[in-house]
């Protein structure tokens, strides 16, 4: 085409396009949004509507129902032009067709379109031709986009995937990042693993490099660490090759595409390469990285339970310790009380099942008989009765002296899933724990006898009055409930003290039963008891008094009565903490005074 072709209508479509290449060239490019836009163009160009682009495989011999299009494809053999024929405007008929070039090398591309005909009238055959070659150089313009930020994005992929490879200690996270960068760059092939490590992998293509079922484009690839490619079946070898060794290849096929050019072996070359390294480095210090965790974990794990922790603490802190560093699925700890077992708070809940039953009864006869740790690749067969869920289990003792005092248990579901060092680590974090627990619970007992009144169990009258002060300071309103029972000098000496400290336990067992959690019931003094209700209202205070006093008088043995005085205060009222115990004292002797076995409010209250 003469360059120096320049008629108004051609310079006009030239300018279109490069305005519309101007708009793409700094944006991130979308080759749809530009054949819309390029679309529309000659749309305005041509004064018309009707247009169509289709492309045809060259080496196929085109079938097709539209004659027009048939007619085009077979009379079009120039380089840029065109098809023209005179007809008659109507639906799917068209005047005029072009092929274009720089499509692809296997497809051509066509556009039909209805153009106006007193504008075609005025177009010669250069103001065609021209159309023809600008177009055909911006559909090679944006193929040659495209493929440039193609080549780039994967690139740039290949650097991040890289970077997130070798900043991981996971090889199942490297290899999902691997499999995820081939995905982003070439979705149409599919991927799969061959790993020389016998690892579990979840959720991945991952099989065992099998030395007698690999092809020999497998073999060579893991063997000579290079790329192989086995042309017949389209599939290619890359090997995950590290500074001192291969670690299993990757296979790639492509047999959905056709072809792989050397562009896309090298991408998948370096991106084996990276992960191969990323592995390796994984492998490396793996090792130092177990063993410093097995002292870091005992030497941890002294530290935190020597200190002052509670018992719930100590039992949270090696069930949490014990999940991380065995990978376990359950924990249990397990107390004997004689010949019973007691299964400790901060066990799996596995162990109040049947089948946890069953493996708690399996345990301790063993241990009672054995007096040594053990663990069991396989429990399946081991247990009477039972398929098992868990097939893998270390069972440690807990030992203070010679005494058995209990064991651990830790399961996993694969069989032969622990190894002889994690059971050694095991059995090394219950020695250092045992004597933690042992100390946490008789740290716990004593703090009970400080708070606790030793013949009712309920709480100190100390521990009632730092609770109350504290609900004084924070909460919004409370009720104190001051507890005589009738009478009571009576049952002493009609039946003597011994009972009269039962009918003391009675009393006190029925008020606990008879209030909250949050409520506090204490002894008072002699046959005086008190209940504090934090944030309860006066309404509530009174109905729980008077269920109370009635649960008393039909369940003890000898029967007794009890007299109640209450006291209330709320933030519109809010008293001292000595006000509130005298109104509760005069209340009480207000119900003394009407008879007994009553509740009466504090006039402060009213």
Not at 43 to 69: I, N, V, W
Not at 376 to 382: A, N, R, T, V, Y
Request: hydrophobic letters at 40%.
């Amino acid at each position: 085409m003469n360059q120096r072709y320049e008629s108004k209508w051609a310079m006009s479509w030239k300018a279109l396009l490069y305005d519309l290449m101007a708009g793409f060239r700094d944006a991130l490019f979308d080759a749809e949004q530009l054949q819309k836009e390029w679309l529309c163009l000659v749309g305005q160009q041509f004064h018309t509507s009707q247009l169509r682009l289709f492309h045809r495989d060259r080496q196929t011999q085109p079938t097709c129902a539209d004659e027009q299009e048939l007619a085009l494809i077979k009379a079009v053999d120039a380089p840029y032009l065109l098809y023209k024929e005179e007809t008659s405007k109507g639906p799917g008929l068209y005047n005029l067709g072009f092929r274009l070039s720089g499509f692809c090398k296997e497809k051509q591309l066509y556009l039909l379109l209805n153009a106006d005909e007193e504008l075609l009238s005025d177009l010669t055959e250069e103001d065609l031709l021209f159309f023809a070659e600008e177009s055909s150089r911006l559909i090679q313009w944006a193929k040659d986009r495209q493929e440039i930020e193609g080549r780039v994005n994967r690139y740039k992929d290949l650097f991040d995937a890289t970077g997130k490879l070798h900043s991981s200690t996971d090889i199942e996270f490297v290899l999902k990042e691997i499999i995820a960068a081939l995905e982003k760059a070439f979705p149409l092939y599919s991927y799969h693993f061959l790993m020389a490590m016998e690892r579990s992998y979840t959720g991945l293509p991952v099989s065992h490099f099998n030395f007698d079922d690999v092809s020999e484009e497998g073999m060579a690839s893991y063997t000579k660490g290079t790329i192989e490619v086995d042309d017949i079946c389209s599939i290619l070898y890359a090997p995950l090759i590290g500074k001192q060794g291969v670690y299993g290849v990757l296979k790639v096929n492509f047999a959905r595409e056709g072809q792989l050019p050397e562009m896309k072996k090298e991408f998948i070359r370096m991106l084996a390469a990276a992960g191969g390294g990323a592995i390796e480095k994984v492998m490396l210090y793996e090792q130092s990285r177990q063993l410093n965790a097995d002292l870091q974990l005992i030497n941890d794990a002294s530290h935190k339970l020597n200190s002052s922790l509670r018992f719930s603490d100590v039992l949270s802190f090696l069930h949490a310790q014990i999940t991380h560093s065995f990978r376990a699925c359950e924990v249990g700890f397990i107390f004997l009380n004689g010949a019973e077992t007691d299964i400790i708070s901060g066990s799996s809940s596995f162990f109040l099942e049947a089948e946890g039953q069953e493996l708690i009864r399996f345990t301790a006869n063993q241990l009672r008989k054995e007096k040594e740790a053990f663990f069991i690749g396989e429990l399946e067969g081991k247990l009477e009765g039972v398929l098992p869920t868990f097939h893998a289990m270390m069972a440690v003792p807990m030992e203070q002296g010679t005494e058995l005092n209990g064991f651990c248990i830790v399961l996993r579901r694969e069989p032969y899933s622990f190894t002889f060092e994690m059971y050694k680590l095991l059995q090394s974090l219950i020695h250092h724990s045992t004597l933690a627990l042992a100390n946490a619970m008789l740290r716990e007992k004593l703090e009970k006898m400080v708070i606790t009144d030793h013949l009712t169990k309920l709480y100190s009258r100390g521990y009632l009055d730092r609770s109350l002060q504290k609900s004084l300071e924070k909460d919004e309103k409370g009720v104190f409930l001051l507890v005589d029972i009738d009478n009571f000098k009576k049952v002493n000496d009609t039946y003597g003290h011994q009972v009269g400290d039962e009918i003391l336990i009675q009393v006190a067992q029925i008020m606990k039963a008879a209030i909250g959690k949050e409520d506090m019931a204490a002894r008072w003094g002699g046959e005086e008891l008190a209940v504090y209700f934090p944030n309860c209202s006066l309404e509530e205070g009174v109905a729980t008094a008077e269920t109370m006093i009635a649960k008393i008088a039909a369940n003890t043995t000898p029967a007794v009565t009890v007299s109640c005085g209450l006291s209330f205060w709320s933030n519109e009222n809010p008293p001292s903490k000595k006000q509130l115990f005298n109104y509760a004292d005069a209340a009480l002797y207000e119900a003394k005074e009407a008879g007994k076995n009553r509740i009466t409010v504090g006039h402060y209250c009213k």
